[in-house]
């Protein structure tokens, strides 16, 4: 797993409170039960402090699940 | 779990609000399991204040309080003020933070267009609708009620032509902003939060009306909410009692640059300009805290002598001796300095923050006495000062006169307690004090502190009667005999610190009060008091006096007072011992080491 992937998904287990390995690029809203409007907004935040990079609305919007959230990351140059 | 193990988990989640978020769930299962007492906070707003609650419960954990925190539905603070469900809380503090002249009001996008007497009732309007509120509030509750004022976004529609406009959006604000101040300036349970103010400390442009205000109404950025919490903590800080009232110092590389044991007195950095300015400006704010009350003394890693020399010798010392309460400047441990830093100065260890550069020194602290805050020393010195201005432990709701002689009155006790070490007895140290005190009839003057001090007298009072000043004025008015007493030494003065009170009965007088403050126990006054008294009432004819002593959980100490004062026990009950004097053998032998009523 690279670097920036492991971190990602640290991040949301400690939000979403999900197994690591449970996490793919399918994961989202839809099929985790913790990922609720309050949550999304902690993983927005905290992906900007983690991975120090400041996303646009657009960006926060467009994300679907997790495959989207890693798109947004390599739109700001993170090998992942 | 143990707290201080705890206590390092949260220290390192409060930073972030998902952090905090996290931090807010481990302290509830702590204060679930440990059946901890909650204080019960509330937060209401005009927009999405998400992640406060828990953020506010994380900052209050590292202050030492667990709350519960009522978050008021979105969009309904006015409905929350006027129902119910906020007052079922029960809440001990309600927080009202407002945004409501922000970028996407009426008023900040028409203002420029609006007639002077539009924009005048607009913030006239403002303003009497939060007055009613609060009014609802205030008769329905006796929590504090924390109010935000107006925040101004600073880049207004008319920029710099605002100077010339006669309806310039800053200056109403900024005159309602006055107002609300001035409007509960004498309230005791609401206070204004200058959430202007803090927003242009912290900044407006980086924290509000991100992203997230429009996904999810957040007109403060999410981010800030810690920032926000540790502000808001500052009142539960004085609201709850747990301000911190002693700063604990280490010397070098945080009073001064280098280390005087190495570099020598003139090695070290300390200047009011060049290198050393920043510790010489910390020292000044060290100052003016002390100045406010705050305790100091020192904890630090020295030989006496080495310290010494700076203190006396170095010319840009601006801390003194005579500012600190207690030092311990040796080569023990500073877990056991600092224990017996607060058995000298007399205050738990739970009253103490500490200030010291040294990250494993500040670690260790944190990890054996928990109870002691860490002041967070920034590793760059040019930031210490900030550090210490940033500090909410201090937060009081009031700066009152005591406050202002805090400090003196320590290093009085200090200098006092010197002397009584060296001194080889009792009286010979009570002797080298030059005790004085005035004992006077009761006065209009002196009648609110007479009051005062039977409502906080627990330990040397007799009968521990609560008075208000109607009763003792109604005593004045019967003919009752009342003396108040006030005393100095040569270190300096501890004003009214003694009341007696006594009331003629069929056919003797009787003590209702005789109480002291124990700041001057253990000097003899207590007798020098008592025998003047006495001594008056003889003089007017007076033939035996009767003292009472009611026992308390606190009195223990004086219920044999009268018993070495002369006094026979003519009479005992369950709590109650009836002791007499018999004044025609009483002869009045002032002490030689303290004078009475002499100027």
């Known amino acids: 797993m690279k670097e920036a992937e492991k971190k990602l998904y640290n991040l949301l287990n400690r939000i979403l409170g999900i197994p690591v390995k449970s996490i793919n690029d399918k994961t989202a809203p839809e099929n985790v039960e913790s990922w609720d409007s309050f949550n999304g907004l902690m993983i927005a935040t905290e992906l900007e402090r983690v991975f120090e990079a400041t996303f646009t609305i657009d960006e926060v919007i467009s994300v679907k699940n997790v495959g989207d959230i890693k798109k947004n990351l390599r739109n700001h140059k993170i090998d992942i | 779990m143990e707290t201080s193990q705890l206590k390092k988990i949260i220290q390192e989640k409060a930073t972030s609000i998902a952090g905090c978020v996290s931090a807010a769930a481990e302290i509830d299962k702590y204060a679930e399991s440990g059946k901890i007492n909650r204080k019960k906070v509330a937060v209401l707003s005009n927009f999405t204040l998400n992640g406060i609650a828990e953020a506010l419960k994380a900052n209050a954990f590292l202050n030492n309080i667990f709350i519960d925190v009522y978050s008021g539905n979105y969009g309904q603070w ?115 939060f200058d959430l202007d103010g803090w927003l242009g400390y912290k900044g407006k442009e980086q924290n509000m009306y991100g992203k997230f205000f429009f996904l999810a109404d957040m007109r403060l950025n999410p981010e800030i909410m810690p920032a926000l919490a540790k502000e808001l903590c500052a009142y539960l800080i004085a609201v709850f009692g747990k301000s911190k009232k002693c700063l604990v110092l280490d010397l070098d ?56 020399e700076v203190f006396e010798k170095h010319p840009h010392m601006i801390l ?148 208000q000043v109607e009763d003792i004025k109604n005593f ?73 002593y009611i026992a308390t959980k606190k009195n223990g100490q004086v219920k044999d007072f009268y018993g070495r004062t002369g006094f026979k026990k003519i009479n005992s009950e369950e709590n109650k011992d009836v002791w007499q004097v018999d004044l025609s053998n009483f002869e009045f032998k002032p002490l030689d080491f303290i004078a009475i009523n002499q100027n």
């Open chain 2, 78 to 192: 006015q409905q929350e003020l006027m129902g119910n469900n906020l007052y079922d809380f029960e809440p001990e503090i309600i927080f009202l933070i407002l945004d409501r002249c922000g970028v996407d009001s009426d008023i900040y996008n028409s203002y420029h267009l609006m007639p002077e007497d539009e924009i005048e009732s607009y913030f006239k309007n403002y303003l009497a609708e939060i007055y009613k509120l609060v009014d609802v509030a205030k008769e329905k509750t006796k929590a504090k009620i924390v109010v935000s004022n107006i925040s101004d976004f600073w880049s207004n529609i008319l920029g710099i032509a605002e100077g010339r406009a006669k309806n310039s959006l800053w200056r109403y604000i900024k005159r309602a902003n006055l107002s609300l101040e001035q409007k509960y300036v004498n309230d005791h349970q609401v206070l204004i």
């Open chain 2, 476 to 548: 004045i008015s019967n003919g009752y005999k009342i003396w108040t007493l006030s005393a100095k030494d040569r270190f300096g003065n501890y004003g009214m610190t003694g009341l007696l009170i006594a009331r003629k009965g069929k056919e003797n007088w009787a003590i209702d009060t005789f109480l002291l403050s124990c700041r001057i126990l253990g000097k003899k006054i207590e007798e020098q008091f008592l025998n003047y008294a006495l001594n008056e009432l003889k003089s007017t004819g007076v033939k035996k006096v009767l003292g009472e």
């Open chain 2, 320 to 467: 003194k001796r005579e500012h600190f309460a207690a030092m311990r400047i040796n080569w023990q441990d500073k877990i056991a300095n600092f224990r017996e830093l607060a058995e000298e100065i007399n205050i738990g260890l739970d009253s103490m923050v500490f200030a010291d550069d040294d990250p494993a020194n500040r670690a260790m602290v944190n990890e054996f006495l928990p109870e002691v805050d860490i002041l967070d020393m920034p590793g760059d010195t040019a930031l210490y000062f900030k550090a210490l201005l940033d500090y909410k432990g201090f937060s009081i709701l009031e700066f009152t006169e005591e406050d202002k002689k805090r400090g003196e009155m320590y290093f009085a006790e200090s200098q006092r307690r010197e002397i009584k070490s060296q001194a080889t007895d009792l009286d010979s140290f009570l002797r080298g004090l030059d005790l004085a005190i005035s004992i006077e009839p009761i006065s209009e003057l002196t009648l609110p502190r007479a009051a005062q001090l039977t409502q906080k007298t627990n330990q040397f009072n007799l009968t521990t009667c609560r008075y």
């Open chain 2, 253 to 308: 590389n945080t009073l001064w640059g280098g280390i005087i044991g190495e570099d020598g007195l003139s090695g070290i950095s300390l200047a009011p300009h060049g290198t050393g300015q920043e510790f010489y400006l910390f020292q000044k704010t060290i100052l003016a805290f002390h100045r406010r009350g705050i305790i100091l003394a020192i904890n630090s890693k020295n030989n006496w002598e080495d310290a010494m």
